[in-house]
Nanobody, 125 residues
Framework: QVLLVESGGGSVQAGGSLRLSCGAY????????MAWFRQAPGKVREGVAS???????TYRDSVKGRFTISQDNAKTTLYLQMNDLKPEDTAMYYC???????????????????WGQGTQVTVSS
């Protein structure tokens, strides 16, 4: 059974940094894709960044140069380093994973079968 557990959210002022973590359990395939999504109140869930098992990454335009997605060497933990945070980054952040990785674009929420419960990020101006 696949389990994704996010942590690291919190409240920061604009310009600050946070690092989100996602513990990945139950992965039995060497090929996979993972991503971070976010959802603000009243808005649709949107893809923020993705990473494939070969290391290739994709970023949403609004976070390029500020956010970095990565994994630990054992590939059991997914990270999202968020720098220069802005109030518009405020949202619930979710970790997602899939093994087929052929359902659609990497930042499309329909491309992922497994989801964590989310961690809240709040950025004040």
């Amino acid at each position: 059974q696949v389990l994704l557990v996010e942590s690291g959210g919190g409240s920061v002022q604009a310009g600050g940094s946070l690092r989100l973590s996602c513990g990945a359990y139950g992965f039995t395939y060497n090929t996979y894709c993972m991503a971070w999504f976010r959802q603000a109140p009243g808005k649709v869930r949107e893809g923020v960044a993705s990473i494939d098992s070969d290391g290739s990454t994709t970023y949403r335009d609004s976070v390029k140069g500020r956010f970095t997605i990565s994994q630990d060497n054992a590939k059991t933990t997914l990270y999202l380093q968020m720098n220069d945070l802005k109030p518009e980054d405020t949202a619930m952040y979710y970790c997602a994973a899939d093994f087929a990785c052929d359902r659609g674009p990497r930042l499309w929420n329909g491309a992922y079968s497994y989801w964590g419960q989310g961690t809240q990020v709040t950025v004040s101006s």
